[in-house]
Nanobody
Framework: QLQLVESGGGLVQPGGSLRLSCAASGFTLDYYAIAWFRQAPGKEREGVSCIGRLGGRTNYADSVKGRFTISRDSAKNTVYLQIDSLKPEDTAVYYC???????????????????WGQGTQVTVSS
């Protein structure tokens, strides 16, 4: 069973930046499509970004385009989500998810991702 661990969340002022990390051990993340989701209190979980397996394309929700950047570091077996120009509405728990079966453009919906991390809290407040 693939285990994912998110890190990098925290409290940041509006306009600031954070880099979230999604790491795994025992499995090579290059062979997995990876997505980042977020869930704010009282709201549904929202897919914000994903990256396809084996150098696949990236995909972003319209609400985060231009501010979020997803990337892989194969040597560290880690996927990152760079978040710039943070807004209070970005406050949420951020989760990474993975699946080895997705071919082509990754999707920003919860199924079909089969493995999920525990989440990392991002709070944007002055």
């Amino acid at each position: 069973q693939l285990q994912l661990v998110e890190s990098g969340g925290g409290l940041v002022q509006p306009g600031g930046s954070l880099r979230l990390s999604c790491a795994a051990s025992g499995f090579t993340l290059d062979y997995y499509a990876i997505a980042w989701f977020r869930q704010a209190p009282g709201k549904e979980r929202e897919g914000v970004s994903c990256i396809g397996r084996l150098g696949g394309r990236t995909n972003y929700a319209d609400s985060v385009k231009g501010r979020f950047t997803i990337s892989r570091d194969s040597a560290k077996n880690t996927v990152y989500l760079q978040i710039d120009s943070l807004k209070p509405e970005d406050t949420a728990v951020y989760y990474c998810a993975a699946d080895p079966r997705l071919i082509g453009l990754c999707v920003l919906a919860s199924p079909p991702y089969s493995s999920w991390g525990q989440g990392t809290q991002v709070t944007v407040s002055s």
